[in-house]
């Protein structure tokens, strides 16, 4: 297909770079819409790509293809934070509207910029400093005492690219690693966290910003593995100031466009931000069933500066599990059986083949009873992995 | 695009025959469940082809076309109800499993078939007859009071192949078409109702059913403008038997996938079954947004003997508002407008061309408080019609 399939009505096209899941799941949003989306895939069975009539196979770190694919969309947004600075100030250079703009994005690219503007902006953070040396580690362990957390400050998620050291001698590769990309490490104090929470929110150009309730999300392995809608026991006050981080960063960095920031909740309540994604985030996939605008939706609304829909959520509690790749790679027998086991179980995959660890799908299920939701999202995404057999 | 673009896990291809709106929005569900979608469209810009990867445009009435479509099916379903039977047979004939199948299908595609089946199953119906001659339609109205109603058995909807008549006059030229067809018309008694019902339910090869809550339908000028669900003052065993009345028809017409039956109330609160449908319906749009299993997953996994999905409402009241082509051509605007008032509003288009009266989208909108609701739905279908300017 040579060029995306746009509705009549004077109905815009939504280019996002990058077929993974996330692009994926704009596409029910899109159609109720009527908005095309246009994909520039990895691969002609990306999992975004499986499902998107006009999803053209490209590299996105190619300035002439992503300018080629850009001239087709009234917008463009990503699928992932790796499109490099170059390209995406080719793009605007064009006159392409890129949402987020490659200065909010920078942000959720390089942690060092991130923890240089959010400090700047007197948004709470752990105690950081940025490392070449091992006397810089050396110091900063001192100061904060020991372990400390040394994460790269380009290119990790999931737990890559993070590292607690118990003494410099752990850092010693990482250093000379980061010394041949010219680059310095990121060193953050190990925070005494009770939980992780995470603001979602979306802004739009015009600065129009609506958060969905702040969630508890649950990482195994540096894997989010559950997420809790509401997070449960949460003070209201808490909770407000926490939206209020989450619109303050979106606010001072210019964001546009859907934002998750992970934050650690202290003893006393009060939190510190850990991560930032500009873009839908796993921690807001519980919002697909159980909110009425979902994070998809919300995304595209965002991007094409539309007024943004209501975050209310439906049901008292939703609880969404990852599913992970396990032993089973024949999934559709899998889910046949869970469907059988929980009529209530919203389950949704990505297209992707399965591969230990690598994330394939998640599962939503609402209700009033958090205890026995959470058992059932639990048991679904371990069937699926194939943890447990029944 | 060759072969429809399958995911890997064993996962199956469902191909739709046609590619209007109902086609169109079993494309998010899919994608969630990891089934590819293959639709047989009447044109490349039709409303599901827009949406879909593989959609090759065909002529649903040629054998050869549809079988060569569905050699690439697991199953065959319909996007509405005029493939001709020797077609279907000769799918069924290949091997294919087609859902609804053929025999069931008959009588959504003829009321005097559906009538003579429901009559036969015990199933309340308002008082009807075959007829051929003027004399046959005198017999029928003195016997029953005019004016009655007569339908084409075949081809109707939204209110088309329907006429009220006052006296045998009005049907004499009807008459004369049923015998260049040699067919026969239906007569039916004009059931003083209070109001109009549907029944939603799915049902699977195994036998499995699940109804929807009972709705109310608001038809204008034949067309249903708008559903309440659930219908407002409706007893528990009034909304009993009336479900009663769905999974009996289903169970008797060996019905598979979604099936819509609409009831006349009477005003003793019993029903009487006006017409049937064999597909997603307009009567059942309000389960994408208000329902934990929207219609048209329920109907892929109906048509797949896959478990069924819960359908619980989520909210206590979801009211639907249909959407009709109006003066107004543009709707992106249209719609920006009607974000900006209601963020509650959840807005379907369906990708069509604006033509006065062709649906070309619905809007749901849930919450507790049905006047307000009505209201809101009512506004926005009006708005986008152009019937109001703010």
Chains 1, 2 share one sequence.
Not at 91 to 107: E, K, S
Not at 162 to 178: K, N, Q, S
Not at 346 to 372: A, E, F, M
Request: proline fraction near 7%.
């Amino acid at each position: 297909m040579s060029t995306p399939p746009r509705a009549p009505g004077g109905f815009p096209v939504v280019g996002v770079i990058g077929g993974g899941q996330l692009a994926r799941m704009c596409a029910g949003p899109a159609a109720e819409l009527s908005i095309t989306l246009a994909v520039l895939a990895e691969a002609p069975d990306a999992a975004a790509a499986l499902v998107t009539p006009f999803a053209p196979v490209g590299d996105h770190t190619d300035v002439a293809t992503v300018r080629d694919f850009a001239r087709h969309c009234d917008v463009v947004t990503f699928d992932h934070e790796h499109v490099p600075s170059d390209v995406l100030e080719a793009l605007v250079a064009d006159g392409v509207a890129v949402h987020p703009t490659p200065q909010a994005l920078r942000h959720a690219q390089d942690k060092l910029v991130m923890r240089r503007a959010l400090t700047g902006a007197g948004v709470p953070c752990p105690r950081w400093a940025a490392a070449r040396s091992e006397a810089d580690v050396v110091a900063f362990g001192d100061e904060t005492g020991w372990p400390l957390v040394v994460k790269t400050p380009r290119g990790g998620y999931d737990g890559k690219g993070v590292l607690v050291a118990d003494t410099v001698d752990d850092v010693r590769d990482w250093l000379a690693a980061a010394a041949e990309r010219d680059e310095e490490l990121l060193l953050e104090e190990a925070v005494p966290f009770v939980r992780e929470l995470a603001v979602l929110l979306a802004r739009s150009p015009s600065g129009q910003a609506a958060a969905w309730p702040v969630v508890e999300t649950v990482q195994t392995d540096g894997i989010c593995t559950e997420v809790i809608a509401p997070a449960p026991d949460l003070a209201p006050e808490a909770a407000e100031a926490a939206t209020l981080v989450g619109l303050d960063i979106a606010a001072a960095l210019g964001v546009t466009g859907v934002m998750a920031v992970e934050l650690f909740e202290l003893a006393d309540g009060s939190v510190v931000v850990n991560e930032l994604a500009m873009r839908p985030h796993n921690s807001g996939h519980w919002s697909m069933d159980g909110a009425v605008t979902g994070q998809f939706e919300q995304h595209l609304r965002a991007v094409l500066d539309l007024p943004l829909g209501s975050p209310r959520a439906r049901e008292p509690w939703t609880v969404m599990g990852n599913v992970l790749g396990g032993e089973p790679t024949d999934l559709y027998p899998t889910y046949r059986h869970l469907m059988a086991r929980d009529p209530e179980l919203k389950v949704h995959l990505y297209g992707k083949g399965v591969r230990p660890g690598r994330k394939i799908g998640h599962v939503n299920v609402s209700g009033t009873d958090l205890t026995d939701l959470r058992e059932r999202a639990r048991h679904a995404a371990d069937y699926i992995q194939g943890v447990i057999v029944e």
